[in-house]
C-alpha cells in the first residue's frame, strides 16, 4: 500500500475516533450530571442499569478508542519513517486487506495469533 494511500485512510479513522471520543465525552457529562443529582437513586432500581455500570462503560469504550488514537499516531510515524506495512515481528509485509481493515496493524496476521 502506497503512503498516499494509508495516511488517507488513517485519517478517516483518526475523524471517525475523534467523533466516538466526542460522543463518550457528551456521555460522560451526561453521566455525571445524572450523578450529581441527589435525588437519583438508581443503585435500587431494579429495573435498569445503574448509573456506574453505565459510566464503567462508557470508561471502557473511551478508553479503548484513546488506545485507537495512540495506535493511529504510532502508525502515522511508520508511514513517515517508511516502515508501514511492514510486520514488526518477522518483517514480512501485512496484507492490504489486513491494512483496509485495521490501517493501524503492526503485524501480519500470523504473528498477530
Known sequence: MDATTATRMLDDR??????????????????RHDRADATADDEHDPEGSTLSGEWAQVDALRRGAEAERDEIRAARERVASG???????????????????????RRCIACAT
Open 83 to 105: 516502515v508501514y506495512g511492514t510486520c514488526e515481528a518477522c518483517g514480512r509485509p501485512i496484507a492490504e486487506a489486513r491494512l483496509e481493515a485495521r490501517p493501524f496493524a
Open 14 to 31: 483518526a475523524r471517525e475516533v475523534e467523533a466516538r471520543l466526542a460522543r463518550l465525552r457528551e456521555d460522560d457529562d451526561s453521566l
